[in-house]
Nanobody, 121 residues
Framework: QVQLVESGGGLVQPGGSLRLSCAAS????????MGWYRQAPGKQRELVAA???????NYADSVKGRFTISRDNAKNTVYLQMNRLKPEDTAVYYC???????????????WGKGTLVTVSS
């Protein structure tokens, strides 16, 4: 089985920073894409940022210039550096990955349990 575990959430003041981490573990052959989604109360889950195995990235317009996604392939880990945080960034952040397991030709979509980010004064 493959498991995604997020960490790094917490309470910060507006203008502050947080760094989220998501580590994938299990029988992993390749991780094609990793990303972060978030869901605020009363809102739909939305893509925040994603990165492919080739290093291509995309961001939601609301976080461009403030958030940076990166990955460490050796550690099967993706990071989200969040700077100049705003109250509207408050949400549960979920890690997502498309992973091909060892001895399996198919890639599958996996989700972490989420980590809460609260931006408030």
């Amino acid at each position: 089985q493959v498991q995604l575990v997020e960490s790094g959430g917490g309470l910060v003041q507006p203008g502050g920073s947080l760094r989220l981490s998501c580590a994938a573990s299990g029988s992993i052959f390749s991780i094609y894409r990793m990303g972060w989604y978030r869901q605020a109360p009363g809102k739909q889950r939305e893509l925040v940022a994603a990165i492919t195995s080739g290093g291509s990235t995309n961001y939601a317009d609301s976080v461009k210039g403030r958030f940076t996604i990166s990955r460490d392939n050796a550690k099967n880990t993706v990071y989200l550096q969040m700077n100049r945080l705003k109250p509207e960034d408050t949400a549960v952040y979920y890690c997502n990955a498309v992973i091909q397991e060892r001895y399996d030709l198919n890639g599958m979509d996996y989700w972490g349990k989420g980590t809460l980010v609260t931006v408030s004064s």
